[in-house]
């Protein structure tokens, strides 16, 4: 067995063991021994792998947005396939981690590791070419929060809408007919 594969096992075993944690306590109250002791894995193979449960739960994230990246670079290559459909398909997939993300009121790890990965993972532009740098980090911003509380709320739901009705929404929300005008900021003296 080559080592690759056994780190991807035990980084696995790792998630695995930490989801299931999840589901009794509280992200602050996991410990390693904990962690490596449900798992079947010694501290020195975790401590290989990352600095601590909340660093695991982290990876596991990037490494999921990592693949919802590569299923969005092959959808975002056809023009008629939906983006929106994808992402939300994507997490359909895994509504335990989501679930156990919301009942411990974790996703801002997600909103965080989300926000992250965008700014430097991605290889398509996902943002309007007219925007400055400055200004796409805004854009991020919004984006990758929004679609995240979407993402949280659906949970709290209980998953109650289908990926489609969900792009859908969001598509009604951001079309130009049914966006409304900025407000005017300037002070009136």
């Known amino acids: ?5 056994r780190v991807a096992r035990s980084r696995r075993w790792l998630v695995e063991a930490l989801l299931l944690l999840l589901e009794e306590r509280p992200l602050a109250a996991i410990t390693v021994r904990a962690l490596c002791d449900r798992a079947g894995l010694s501290r020195n193979t975790f401590y290989r792998l990352c600095s601590s449960p909340e660093a695991l739960l982290r990876d596991h994230l990037r490494r999921e947005l990592e693949r919802l990246t590569g299923e969005l670079e092959t959808v975002l290559a056809d023009p008629s ?9 994507f997490w359909e997939q895994r509504k335990p981690l989501l679930s156990v993300l919301h009942r411990q009121g974790l996703f801002s790890l997600l909103f965080d590791v989300h926000l992250n990965h965008a700014r430097s993972d991605l290889s398509a532009p996902l943002h309007p070419p007219s925007l400055a740098e400055g200004e796409a980090d805004y854009y991020f911003g919004w984006h990758v929060v929004s679609l ?3 993402l949280s709320v659906w949970t709290g ?3 109650a809408e289908r990926p489609e009705e969900l792009a859908a929404l969001v598509e009604r929300m951001f079309s130009p007919k049914t966006s409304r005008r900025p407000a005017n900021c300037a002070e009136k003296v």
């Open 157 to 159: 739901r209980g998953f």
């Open 81 to 89: 396939a939906n983006s929106l459909c994808c992402f939300f398909r």
């Open 1 to 5: 067995m080559t080592e690759d594969v």
């Open 148 to 150: 995240c509380h979407m």
